[in-house]
């Protein structure tokens, strides 16, 4: 019992944060906008998202991802809002608190020689739109670090999660949008909570999972759903 009530008022107090950490991010927004003038004033369509996540709507800001022509259109949309639907506030440990400096980190995990190797090849279609020629392999080899700092950091804190290729691409992508500490957080709440079963020892259990795909396709989309059936398509095509 005492553990259940140590549960929920964790609960409560990250919710608490959580509701303060997105009153910051707009304040900040908002102070950025009316130093910069006329050229950092919302959009209509970002007006209408950050109403949304004033009012801590997660559902609408949903629909807003899925639905809208674009998505959250912008990259300081995504700094505000994917927080918000991961449910995370920045206040946990970042990469330094596990109590190592980046120069004295040291991956502790079973998976070293497989992150270092898929690393290694990360950032490969981005950087040349963002980054003047020249500058290319310094600006790669910068950003290889925090990414190898991130993805050992979560691998080390919790050894029941097993690697798997392409996982540090999610942090690739959340590590260009965010700071490293939330990139570090969200990154890590993706893979307790959002690809869990994809980091277990086996594919067993999801394998279990694939097999409900096709039911909830065809109550997304009986026309698609039609046709993979009629295609004899088995849902392991979602593996990847």
């Known amino acids: 019992h005492e553990s259940e009530r140590g549960m929920v008022r964790r609960r409560v107090r990250r919710r608490r944060r959580g509701r303060h950490a997105v009153r910051d991010r707009l304040r900040h927004e908002e102070d950025v906008e009316k130093s910069e003038g006329e050229c950092s004033v919302y959009t209509a369509h970002e ?129 260009l949008v965010l700071d490293d500490a939330m990139a570090l957080e969200a990154s890590e709440r993706l893979a307790l909570h959002f690809v869990r079963e994809s980091m277990r020892p086996d594919f067993e259990q999801m394998i279990e999972f694939l097999h409900l795909l096709l039911p909830l396709h065809e109550h997304a989309d009986a026309k698609v759903h039609a046709h993979l059936k009629r295609a004899h398509m088995e849902s392991f095509f979602a593996r990847s």
């Open 47 to 175: 007006r209408v998202i950050v109403d949304t996540l004033r009012r801590r709507d997660v559902d609408a800001l949903r629909r807003h991802c899925v639905e809208d022509e674009g998505g959250l259109g912008s990259i300081r949309m995504r700094r505000l809002v994917w927080p918000c639907l991961l449910g995370i506030d920045g206040s946990s440990r970042d990469a330094e608190s596990d109590g190592e400096r980046e120069e004295e980190f040291v991956p502790r995990h079973r998976e070293i020689s497989q992150v270092d190797k898929d690393i290694d090849r990360s950032f490969t279609r981005f950087l040349h739109v963002a980054v003047d020629a020249g500058d290319v392999d310094s600006v790669r080899e910068r950003v290889q670090r925090r990414l190898h700092r991130i993805v050992h950091s979560i691998l080390n804190r919790h050894e029941e999660l097993f690697y798997f290729q392409g996982f540090h691409e999610f942090c690739e992508i959340l590590m």
